[in-house]
């Protein structure tokens, strides 16, 4: 079974998980993340939760959910950019036992394979206070029903980065 390039973990062909490693608009970066003055949470990009970039502004780490036939899932660990205070605000609770009531909205900051969507409005919830939060809701017609629609398990794995 192959191996996660990024955890390490087995991957099951029912249940994929996709993570981004930096915000589409900081790869278009001359240092990418490397850029003079951006913080993030975590050194490695790919471990990171939050991070800030002069002038892009403030991004969230958030898993974002595809429901395909057959019961199976596509989770994406997606980057949203959001406000610079609400990245304090997530950044100030992140740890802490207020982490399950953080609530922020932003806009998608990495192109979903087949369906794109850089910049669509979306709401951040915490489901689980063991995980980053949640992509719920969308006032983007097309992104709301990526997160609430039912799609054709082999058409959308095969768009998938191996």
Do not use: I
């Not at 029912?14 to 240092?31: H, K, M």
């Not at 892009?56 to 994406?76: I, K, Y």
Request: proline share 10%; aromatic share 8%; with cysteine.
């Amino acid at each position: 079974m192959p191996a996660c390039g990024v955890c390490g973990h087995a991957v099951h062909d029912s249940d994929r998980n996709v993570r981004f490693r930096l915000p589409d608009p900081v790869l278009q970066l001359p240092e990418r993340d490397d850029s003079e003055g951006v913080w993030k949470s975590e050194p490695d990009p790919s471990r990171a939760v939050m991070m800030m970039v002069p002038n892009l502004g403030g991004f969230l780490r958030a898993l974002l959910p595809v429901h395909l036939s057959g019961g199976d899932a596509v989770m994406f660990g997606v980057w949203v950019g959001v406000h610079p205070d609400d990245l304090k605000r997530a950044y100030d609770v992140w740890w802490e036992p207020g982490y399950p009531n953080l609530r922020v909205s932003g806009r998608l900051a990495n192109a979903l394979p087949g369906w794109g969507l850089v910049a669509a409005p979306v709401e951040l919830e915490v489901v689980d206070p063991e995980a980053t939060p949640y992509c719920v809701r969308s006032r983007d017609a097309e992104l709301a029903k990526v997160l609430s629609d039912e799609w054709d398990r082999a058409e959308v794995l095969a768009r998938l980065p191996n």
